[in-house]
């Protein structure tokens, strides 16, 4: 039987991070310029080469960088079994028999104390940091890793994400991906490399079921 592996961006599908995100911007915006239509999924997205574009189309950007930081500090308490979201998708693993690979966009410094308390929580599942790569997203690598950890193939891999880079790098893995609306709209490039679109996570038990009857 093909081992099965469902991957799930933490922080952005199941915290509130992008919407405080924006919440931010606007605050340090303060009306005095305005937002163009890709600016959020721009800037959720920036990482290496693509944060060096960003900043230059958006001068302001590099105010974030402490309010950034202070947005890891209050979505990491929230990042436990009693988090609605999270235990939502972790139900529907396991009613799929999917293992379960928790991905972080942050640093193992950031997050390491979650390691420990997400596998007390499900002890067969992997936990992977976005510095345990040496290529950020939007490069695969650390989907690549993921799914080879459970010596699964992409074909029967499932990313689930709320950010540009993290669809396109599912879609480089040769993996599905579903893509939750956060609050960054469906844009063509989004739709484009997403597998399946989604605004609330009572959905996806209809792709799961619908991805089944596939086999």
Known sequence: MNTKVL?????????????????YHYNIANQQFPVVDDFFESAISAAYDQKEKTNYRYPRFDLFSSEVKALFDHVNPTINAS????????ALA????????????QGKKQGQH??????DWVNDAVVLF???????????????RAIKHFNANANHALVIDSTRNGILAAHL???????????L?????IFKYSTYQVSELNEIEAILKAIEEER
């Open 7 to 23: 991957l799930i961006n933490v922080e952005v599908v199941t915290t509130s991070y992008i919407h405080d995100f924006k919440h």
């Open 83 to 90: 988090n609605e979201r999270l235990a939502t998708l972790v």
């Open 94 to 105: 396991k009613q799929f028999n999917y293992k379960i690979a928790f991905i972080f966009d």
């Open 114 to 119: 979650l390691e420990p308390i997400l596998l």
């Open 130 to 144: 976005g510095d345990q790569s040496f290529l950020g997203k939007p490069e695969p690598n650390l989907y690549v």
């Open 173 to 183: 893995a040769d993996a599905r991906s579903i893509y939750v609306d956060q609050g």
């Open 185 to 189: 709209g469906i844009s063509e490039r």
